[in-house]
């Protein structure tokens, strides 16, 4: 994902170079993910290892998964992706003042959903681990009150 080209807001292929545009699609039967070009179907498995190198072949791929690439044809195809990736940098993640690290908003949902005893005190535990952060119902009374971004 490192300096990618973009036009009209859609990722141009690295490998192709300037031919091919980028588009998301789930591949059904193998429930996945995949960034695919439009022109040379270079594929990647995560926006993320958008690279020259790190570059599969789509054909390959799939075959070696057990999907046909005739059926492929047909998928959704979404070339802009990049706007909710962004969208999500930008609007869905934010400074938490309980936590004092950079959370989701769903998260957040979570931790005041807890506050207001809407679901039990127990799904903490595994956001606990996933963010490697202590919650504090007590302390989130006290902070969660006065963010903007919580309810
Ligand atoms: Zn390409």
Do not use: Q
């Amino acid at each position: 994902m490192k300096n990618l080209k973009t036009c009209n807001g859609k990722i141009i292929c690295p490998w192709c170079n300037g031919n091919g545009l980028i588009y998301k699609a789930i591949i059904k039967g193998l429930e996945r993910i995949l960034f695919v070009c439009n022109e040379c179907e270079a594929t990647w498995e995560s926006y993320e290892t958008i690279e020259v190198d790190t570059r599969i072949d789509l054909r390959t791929y799939l075959e070696s998964s057990g999907v046909k690439y005739d059926e492929v044809s047909s998928l959704d195809k979404d070339y802009n992706w990049i706007n909710d990736l962004e969208l999500k940098v930008n609007e869905n993640y934010y400074d938490c003042p309980l936590l004092n690290i950079m959370i989701w908003l769903g998260d957040c949902y979570d931790i005041n959903a807890v506050r207001h005893v809407m679901v039990k005190k127990s799904i903490l535990k595994a956001l606990e681990e996933e963010l490697s952060v202590p919650i504090s119902i007590e302390t989130a009374e006290k902070i969660c009150v006065e963010c903007k971004y919580s309810f």
